[in-house]
């Protein structure tokens, strides 16, 4: 069975970090582009970030560019996110997921998801 779950999500105050883990079962992860969106209550659902399947590719959402980064560890079979300099706004529930398809930022791109894991970003 495929799975994703995620991990390393929780209550960080603003300027904090925060490193989200996607960990992949039943399948490998080599040839599936990896992406992370989140949701936050009341809103809908944003890409944030995207790796390609070779990991020669990262795309990120604006608001985040320059603080979050997306990387991937194949032997691992595991893709991470790295929040630095985390803000209210950031709060959300994150999620990942695969895609066959090149990196997108629409959800609707995505075949397999995770359950989530929540960030919330106050002092």
């Known amino acids: 069975q495929l799975q994703l779950v995620e991990s390393g999500g929780g209550l960080v105050q603003p300027g904090g970090s925060l490193r989200l883990s996607c960990a992949a079962s039943?399948?490998?992860?080599?040839?599936?582009?990896i992406g992370w969106f989140r949701q936050a209550p009341g809103k809908e659902r944003e890409g944030v970030s995207c790796?390609?399947?070779?990991?020669?590719?990262?795309n990120y959402l604006g608001s985040v560019q320059g603080r979050f980064s997306i990387s991937r560890d194949d032997a691992k079979n595991t893709v991470y996110l790295q929040m630095n300099s985390l803000k209210p706004e950031d709060t959300a529930v994150y999620y990942c997921a695969a895609t066959w398809r090149l990196c997108s930022s629409s959800s609707n791109d995505y075949d397999n998801w995770g359950q989530g894991t929540q960030v919330t970003v106050s002092s």
């Open positions: 039943g399948f490998t992860l080599d040839y599936y582009a």
């Open positions: 790796v390609s399947a070779s990991g020669g590719s990262t």
